[in-house]
């Protein structure tokens, strides 16, 4: 592909944003998207990858190993970690050294580069893709898409308007198996379902004191804040450990629950934000610098479906054979999806197993070929469901954050009455026990249940205000996440 042909197209693909502000975006995908331009199939797409510390080791790997693909750039604000883990493991295995940048923004004006992959922390992941988008990029997004509900819907916007291929990086929806089981379940496997459970069950521990800690040598921390409110370092391990600070991160649910959570609302298939969403947790079992919830949660109401969202940080039993994973509960049976990716089963009611489901997942494949095809359909984790799954882990953040504290015996008299929402509370409030935790002294954050006008993506009725002042952030400059006419 030459670069005036590159050019020519970006200046004159782009059309206007048909979805109004905050609504349902509806795509015609026969109609939206005619083929870039012819590619060369020999042609190597042109790669950078933006994080390379934890899971912007898989990409590497994806991309390195992939005949189709050269990575040509790394980008993290931690120079050690760009130049140590990125430069020199991409010189190491292919001989060429590709270039350094510590601030991804820089890499965007580079338009040799086909893909910007994205691994950087939540906070960036929106923010990321846009201008990745409007550079012209084709991207390959990790999960969540989004740290917030706004700025999720921009990016599917942003690549609807721009005619780009967006990837999310939920590889569960790749996984032959759980594709089979899916398919399994909506065709009547296990009768009528109208209930998913989706389960987080991943022991973590204290990440120690809150404090002002020294940011490491060698980051530069303007960038990696970047959309985030300015402040100290108040963690003591500055990587990773941001997952449990809800300025740069969502908690576990929206962690290794999105996922989970995104395999639940496929099963379930349910397509927009639903009726309403209920959430009432901790961080329990210590104190310590994080603020999101080890403990937790969501209940999503999408009239005769129900999607209920678990997450536990401390030791605990499985449920049905399942820790992390999915089930879904239908009149003749029900099925699981657990985070093995390369296998799902379907069991009678009586728990004989009646179907089994294998194989794995080549879920960076699938997005070299669309990026080939210039076919969204043939994405299996497009940006808009990668958006709806993360809405979900946002809306039980919401609820859970607005909460009073209640002690057990409070909760039980809210849920009373509720049968489905008390069986889930009470093997919550036994798992607590189980960890030693007095639940007659022990208060847990009870949210309120917010009403949703789904499709349109907001909280409605009376004392919803604060909610939907939560469904985005306030911006840093200059690291703002455009409005929908700017994406």
Not at 290 to 301: E, F, K, L, R
Not at 338 to 363: C, M, P, Q
Not at 412 to 441: I, M, Y
């Amino acid at each position: 592909m030459s670069k005036l042909s590159r050019r020519e197209f970006l200046e004159n693909s782009m059309f206007a944003a048909t979805a109004a502000a905050g609504s349902s975006f509806v795509l015609n995908n026969s109609e939206a998207f005619a083929v870039e331009e012819s590619r060369s199939p020999n042609e190597v797409l042109r790669v950078a990858v933006l994080g390379v510390n934890s899971r912007g080791g898989a990409h590497l790997s994806a991309f390195i190993g992939s005949k189709e693909t050269e990575v040509v750039a790394i980008v993290d604000p931690h120079e050690t970690i760009g130049q140590n883990k990125g430069v020199k493991r991409v010189e190491d295995a292919t001989g060429k050294k590709p270039a350094y940048y510590q601030d991804l923004r820089k890499v965007m004006d580079d338009k040799s580069i086909d893909i910007i992959s994205i691994a950087t922390p939540n906070h960036w992941h929106s923010l990321a893709a846009i201008w990745a988008i409007q550079a012209g990029k084709d991207v390959y997004c990790e999960k969540p898409v989004s740290h917030n509900v706004s700025e999720g819907r921009r990016v599917v916007q942003a690549a609807r308007k721009h005619k780009k291929i967006v990837q999310t990086g939920t590889q569960g929806r790749s996984a032959v198996s759980q594709q089979g089981l899916i398919e399994f379940i909506q065709s009547g496997g296990i009768g009528t379902v109208k209930l998913a459970r989706g389960l987080c069950y991943n022991r973590r521990g204290s990440i120690g004191a809150p404090g002002n800690y020294d940011v490491p040598a060698g980051v530069d921390y303007n960038v990696w804040l970047g959309p985030a409110p300015e402040g100290p370092l108040t963690r003591k391990r500055f990587h990773y450990d941001w997952h449990w600070q809800y300025p740069y991160g969502n908690g576990d649910i929206g962690n290794q629950g999105i996922h989970q959570m995104d395999i639940a609302r496929w099963g379930l298939g349910v397509s927009d934000l639903g009726h309403s969403v209920f959430s009432y947790g901790g961080r329990l079992g210590y104190e310590d610098a994080g603020n999101s919830a080890n403990t937790q949660v969501s209940i999503h109401d999408f009239g005769e479906k129900k999607l209920v969202f678990e997450t536990r940080g401390l030791d605990t039993k499985d449920l049905r054979g399942a820790k992390v994973g999915v089930i879904f509960y239908g009149t003749e049976g029900y099925g699981v999806s657990t985070n093995n990716y390369s296998l799902a089963k379907a069991f009678d009611l009586d728990g004989n197993k009646i179907k089994e489901f294998k194989g794995g997942e080549a879920h960076f494949a699938n997005f070299i070929s669309a990026v080939r095809s210039r076919k969204i359909e043939d994405l299996n984790a497009d940006i808009l469901e990668g958006h709806l799954s993360s809405a979900l882990c946002h809306l039980g953040n919401i609820s859970y954050r607005l909460a009073e504290p209640l002690v057990a015996k409070e909760i039980e008299k809210r849920l009373d009455g509720n049968r489905e929402a008390l069986e889930t509370f009470n093997r919550t409030a036994q798992h607590l026990s189980d960890n030693k935790l007095d639940l007659e002294k022990v208060k847990l954050g009870y949210g309120p249940q917010l009403m949703l006008d789904g499709p349109g993506e907001v909280f409605v009725g009376t004392g919803t205000d604060k909610a939907n002042a939560m469904l985005t952030r306030k911006y840093r400059a200059p690291f703002v996440v455009p409005d929908e006419k700017d994406v």
